[in-house]
């Protein structure tokens, strides 16, 4: 079976690999991130992915259901993230939608569960992170 659109996307992505997952978006593509970025063009998307892949150690995506409907392919993803910091986050729910075209992917938006940027920190003292919660220190 020939793997889908976004599966190709997300072996280039568990490969950390920004240049080949960017190179699958047409010339002017988009892309918005889970955590709101977005990006307009295969330079800024490259540039994008490099920023969030250059934040992690390691990811693994699992797509639990997908299906498509002429250009559109959307898929149920469960994605796991080893930051830079050696903190895991694990089965976080994704929904990839993704439009393809001749070109290359014309759009890609990528939803979660109101999340933030993975390495935004809060400012000041008063709390610290512990497995992705932030926590007042002892």
């Known amino acids: ?46 540039a994008l992915l ?6 992690l150690r ?12 002429d250009e559109v392919w959307i898929a149920e993803v469960e994605a796991s993230y080893v930051l830079r910091d050696w903190l895991k986050l694990t089965d976080l729910p994704r929904v990839f939608i993704l439009r393809d075209a001749p ?16 390495a935004s920190h809060r400012s000041g003292g008063d709390t610290m992170p512990v497995g992705g919660l932030w926590l007042p220190p002892l």
């Open 58 to 69: 390691s990811t693994a995506h699992v797509t639990t259901a997908h299906w498509h409907q």
């Open 103 to 118: 070109g290359g992917y014309a759009d890609l938006r990528v939803y979660g569960a109101h999340e933030r940027a993975l």
């Open 50 to 55: 490099g920023d969030f892949l250059g934040q």
């Open 1 to 46: 079976m020939t793997p889908s659109p976004v599966d190709r996307l997300l072996t280039a992505l568990d490969e950390l690999d920004a240049d080949a997952a960017a190179a699958m978006f047409a010339v002017d593509g988009r892309l918005l991130t889970a955590d709101g970025r977005r990006a307009e063009g295969v330079e800024a998307i490259r």
